[in-house]
T-cell receptor, first 111, second 114 residues
Framework: EDQVTQSPEALRLQEGESSSLNCSYT??????LFWYRQDPGKGPEFLFT???AGEEKEKERLKATLTKKESFLHITAPKPEDSATYLCAVQVWSNDYKLSFGAGTTVTVRA | DAGITQSPRHKVTETGTPVTLRCHQTENHRYMYWYRQDPGHGLRLIHYSYGVKDTDKGEVSDGYSVSRSKTEDFLLTLESATSSQTSVYFCAISESVGDRDEQFFGPGTRLTVL
């Protein structure tokens, strides 16, 4: 069974204080590792998909990296508007493209 | 937002009543998914569809059925709602280009079963 574990559950940062979120996974045949941002009361917003170990993707203050066992989402010099829950999900090689999600990390950035 | 809408956005119903949630997409995507989101569990797949009249179960399908009679609409039905089905329900679509995949979610439906 695919397992996805995110840590920490919650992260409180001062504005400008960089940090990283972790997503560790145990799957049989990773096809893709997805990161999403979710604001309260809204649907998850797609950020990145990573496909192979060593791959990196960036968007504004966010940078996602992938190894064979885990992915990191680095938040550089965060601002209050980066406060959200960040979700990761794995997709295995199959015909249905379905995702298995971790429970998320809630990030709060104080001004 | 990949042209995904969900209706209703909020619903309160009573135990034992049937409920149908609708997901509508405007971009002719083949794959559509229904997830539920509960505190401490993250998003869990209920059912998915890989074409008109082609559907399959996810990890938490008990008590739910789905139908897809046309590409743009994917319906989730709770035949007899229970309090354990109080949740936020999200629809998603998969957009693939070659071997690359992106998945986009709708705004969600908050369902309360009393």
């Amino acid at each position: 069974e695919d397992q996805v574990t995110q840590s920490p559950e919650a992260l409180r940062l001062q504005e400008g204080e960089s940090s990283s979120l972790n997503c560790s996974y145990t799957v049989s045949g990773l096809r893709g590792l997805f990161w999403y941002r979710q604001d309260p009361g809204k649907g998850p917003e797609f950020l990145f998909t990573l496909y192979s170990a060593g791959e990196e993707k960036e968007k504004e203050r966010l940078k996602a990296t992938l190894t064979k066992k885990e992915s990191f989402l680095h938040i550089t010099a965060p601002k209050p508007e980066d406060s959200a829950t960040y979700l990761c999900a794995v997709q295995v090689w199959s015909n249905d493209y379905k995702l298995s999600f971790g429970a998320g990390t809630t990030v709060t950035v104080r001004a | 937002d990949a042209g995904i809408t969900q209706s209703p956005r909020h619903k309160v119903t009573e135990t034992g009543t049937p409920v149908t949630l609708r997901c509508h997409q405007t971009e002719n995507h083949r794959y559509m998914y229904w997830y539920r989101q509960d505190p401490g569990h993250g998003l869990r797949l209920i059912h998915y569809s890989y074409g008109v009249k082609d559907t399959d179960k996810g990890e938490v399908s008990d008590g739910y059925s789905v139908s897809r009679s046309k590409t743009e609409d994917f319906l989730l039905t709770l035949e007899s709602a229970t309090s354990s089905q109080t949740s936020v329900y999200f629809c998603a679509i998969s957009e693939s280009v070659g071997d690359r995949d992106e998945q986009f979610f709708g705004p969600g439906t908050r369902l309360t079963v009393l």
